[in-house]
């Protein structure tokens, strides 16, 4: 089964990922922020209980950072399953689906985070397959909610719907062109943000980014929805406008470098995180604008690539501590075994 990473959807040149993310707290506890070790492990325990009773989710993954390593919960967060906020939390649990696309986490900010990815840009799918499992846990767990203001939050830009929503977009024409910050400036002024590849505090790395809305007090789900396509699709416009410009002005120069990626990506022996994330960007522009074409139909979501890459899911590949040099070794090894063939 394949996990939503490894394949790619719709307006997959420029769109990643769609995700929406649910934020709920539970009426009987203090939001997680205030919460004491001992008042963490029972919300924990009770919540998960109360879920694994159900029934709902028994063909989900289930994990507990006390049974969890350093490791392990890094290489989590690398492939999307844990926000950066959860992997420091000391008491969190939560389930993960097989395709890796849904991950309920408890003990986040809020006590529960329901997200859901979809390949490519299908944020109507990513919104109903996380509103379902909002409905079922819904009727499980008594939720924190007021008449007036709607789902109640620890951070008050998540009080009303509670929804974020966020495409993950890869811009490496806008990048390069030194487009980035004021794009971030511009889209600010529509309640939008421009953050990390890991979202909020993360850097961007191979010309990836995240848009997602800032506010939902005051909104429904679909305006937030509306809102954030209206300005991908101007963003993507820009994006794809720049690279037919650059096909057509400077197409050996981008043939020259998508084929020096690839032949660097296949034949190298050390590559760093750094360096591989960029020479797997160009790679990507390359097949999405036809400079290169894959050997075989479906062999080119090279996002599985950038996400394979990264230091923990290296480290429980090789199931052993890696030195830093050891890890270029082993990422370039990764990247040769993994890499497409091209015609």
């Known amino acids: 089964m394949l996990r939503w990473f490894e394949h ?15 934020a709920r ?16 492990r029972e919300m924990v325990d009770e919540t998960c209980g109360q879920i694994r009773e159900a029934g709902f989710f028994n063909d989900y ?5 006390k049974d969890l390593d350093a490791c392990q919960k890094v290489a989590m967060k690398e492939r999307h399953v844990l926000s950066n906020f959860l992997l420091h939390q000391k008491t969190a649990a939560g389930f993960v689906s097989p395709e890796e696309n849904i991950s309920i986490m408890i003990n986040e900010e809020d006590h529960i985070r329901i997200q859901s990815y979809t390949a490519g840009m299908d944020m109507k799918a990513a919104y109903e397959a996380a509103d379902a499992i909002d409905d079922r ?68 790395m191979g010309d990836i980014y995240q848009i997602s809305n800032q506010v939902t007090l005051g909104l429904s789900e679909q305006e937030v929805i509306e809102n954030l396509n209206n300005i991908t699709q101007q963003i993507m416009a820009q994006e794809r406008a720049l690279r037919k410009q650059f096909v057509k002005q400077q197409k050996n120069s981008m043939l020259d470098m998508v084929y020096r990626s690839y032949g660097l990506l296949k034949y190298a022996r050390k590559v760093s995180l750094q360096d591989g ?7 990507r522009l390359g097949f999405s604008e036809g400079l290169i074409q894959p050997a075989c139909e479906n062999e080119c979501a090279v996002y599985q690539l950038m996400i394979g890459i990264q230091p923990a899911n290296l480290q429980l590949m090789s199931e052993s501590e890696l030195s830093g040099e050891e890890l270029d070794m082993q990422r370039s090894r990764f990247i040769r075994d993994n890499l497409p063939a091209i015609l």
Not at 61 to 65: A, E, G, I, S, V
């Open 61 to 65: 993954h289930t994990y507990d950072f």
């Open 137 to 204: 846990l819904g009727d499980l767990l008594d939720y924190a909610y007021d008449d007036q203001y709607g789902y109640l939050t620890t951070c008050p830009s998540n009080v009303g719907t509670g929804m974020r929503a966020s495409y993950m977009v890869h811009l490496p024409i806008l990048s390069a062109n030194n487009r980035i910050a004021g794009l971030a400036t511009e889209i600010g002024r529509f309640g939008l943000v421009l953050r990390g590849i890991y979202g909020e505090g993360s850097k961007s």
């Open 8 to 22: 790619d959807g719709s307006n997959s040149d420029i769109i990643i990922s769609s995700r929406v993310r649910l």
């Open 277 to 283: 994330m960029l020479l797997l960007s160009q790679l």
């Open 25 to 40: 707290n539970l009426k009987k506890y203090n939001f997680s922020l205030k919460l004491e070790e001992k008042e963490a």
